[in-house]
């Protein structure tokens, strides 16, 4: 089907929806599919998706459809908006050069008179060849080059998708003891130091609709954003006094703020301070290093401007904030003291390196599990993946404040997870379902802290 002007927000084209059962047939699924979901997750290596349609010849059955079948998808927003770039290949939802793996049939239900409802469950062939896998060899070198390696190896993932790939500054020698491909990759995030952006630690191997990512979280914060989406703004008008599409895309259906404040469960993993304590087994010596999130913040790229999002305040009995108890959270490892016993001088290899990755990775990875979250519903595109960075325009709803913005949950987002739902039927629509989540704000908090004295008897009572 050809591209067509954008009718309304949330309007798509399904451009090819075919089953290959075992048996060798190609079932056509367009006229009656129902309903498809498409998960993508920057902690979640692959793609997956269910598909729901109504079948009224019994297919499970006659074809048989039996969780082997490859699906073919291809979908697309048939308007692109004038902010992304002008690129077809970003705009489309395309499994049809590289199909889809079913893996499981569920629940049947009836839909009237000699109809079911089928639903599968699909996901990339590479997450099906991960569980078949295992890799058993030595590499070393760039380690974003090794995950190339990994994942275009006919013999592990044989994966023809794209690699969007971010530089890395170190050089790493590495045994792969039998694992699986993406266990070996996830090793390779965990390791690695970006050349971009202040040797940062905080890898991510992920994949969209658009391809697999290897990239760090201060890499994609430090996008500009895709789209700006504006609270309650339904009907936007264009310069003729029409409802416009294209505007219409950028409003937001609905949000809720997800509860992520949790001082103790913060501290206790992590997030604001911890010490790692590394044993030198050539030199028999000990040695701490202790992180402090504050401290470090400004190493990190962040999603929306310079202030953390802890306050600077000090308790009134310890004269210590957040971030100076790094008794908190103890990491202990051990180290060779960089005796390799190279034949060379120029060794051009890493250590483990933990004490320049392990804590502020780590900690890292809290800022956005636990920074300010809100889910979202908007209107869908095939444009937006996981990985973005949007706006967020939400109005403040305190009486006691003049902005007209909400300082806290407006600013730019990093979208974690997207649901794209593409319903068919009576009001054919995609819906995005989007998380995201900001890490840092645009002012401090107050830091002057609560003032309070211990008055009481600290009396021990026998009984």
């Known amino acids: 089907m050809a591209k067509s002007d954008l009718q309304f927000a949330g309007e798509f084209l399904l451009e090819e929806c075919k089953l290959l059962t075992t048996k060798g047939l190609e079932l056509d699924l367009s006229a009656i599919v129902e309903n498809i979901n498409i998960y ?131 050089h790493v020698k590495m045994v792969v003891p039998n694992k699986k491909p993406f266990m070996a990759i996830q090793h390779l995030c965990e390791i690695s130091n970006s050349k971009e952006h202040k040797e940062a630690p905080s890898y991510l191997f992920f994949e969209t609709t658009k391809g697999f990512h290897f990239r760090t979280i201060d890499g994609l914060c430090s996008k500009d954003a895709r789209m700006v989406y504006k609270e309650n703004v339904p009907n936007q008008l264009s310069t003729q006094g029409t409802i416009d599409p294209v505007k219409n895309l950028e409003t937001i259906n609905e949000f809720t703020v997800l509860s992520t404040k949790d001082t103790i469960y913060n501290m206790s993993e992590g997030f604001y301070s911890s010490k790692l304590r590394v044993h030198d087994l050539y030199n028999k010596t000990l040695k701490d290093y202790d992180f402090n999130y504050l401290k470090n913040f400004e190493k990190d790229t962040h999603t929306d401007g310079a202030s953390p999002i802890i306050s600077k305040a000090t308790d009134a009995r310890t004269q210590k904030g957040l971030s100076e108890y790094p008794d908190t959270k103890l990491y202990v490892s051990t180290t060779s003291a960089t005796k390799h016993f190279y034949e060379s001088q120029d060794y051009p290899y890493q250590s483990d390196n933990l004490d320049k990755t392990l804590q502020r990775r780590k900690s890292r990875m809290r800022q956005l599990q636990r920074g300010i979250k809100l889910q979202l519903q908007v209107p869908g595109q095939t444009y937006s993946q996981a990985g973005d960075i949007v706006e967020l325009q939400i109005g403040a709803t305190s009486a006691n404040t003049g902005d007209k913005l909400d300082k806290q949950l407006s600013g730019k987002h990093l979208v974690t997870t997207i649901r794209h739902e593409f319903n068919f039927g009576a009001d054919p629509r995609h819906q995005m379902y989007m998380e995201t989540v900001k890490d840092s704000l645009e002012e401090d908090f107050p830091d002057a802290g609560p003032q309070y004295s211990n008055t009481g008897s600290a009396e021990t009572i026998p009984v």
């Open 40 to 170: 993508e997750d920057i902690f979640s290596m692959t793609v997956s998706g269910d598909i729901l349609f109504k079948d009224t010849n019994n297919l499970v059955l006659n074809a048989p459809i039996i969780g082997e079948e490859k699906l073919l998808l291809k979908i697309q927003t048939p308007q692109q908006s004038p902010k992304m770039h002008n690129d077809e290949a970003t705009s489309v939802i395309d499994y049809v050069t590289t199909p889809l793996q079913v893996y499981k049939i569920n629940t049947v239900a009836g839909a009237g008179d000699q109809a079911l409802m089928v639903s599968l469950n699909f996901t990339t062939q590479e997450s099906f060849r991960n569980q078949i896998s295992k890799v058993s060899q030595s590499y070393k070198g760039d380690p974003a080059a090794i995950v190339d390696k990994i994942l275009r190896d006919q013999n592990y993932l044989d994966s023809t998708r794209k690699l969007f790939v971010e530089p890395t500054a170190n």
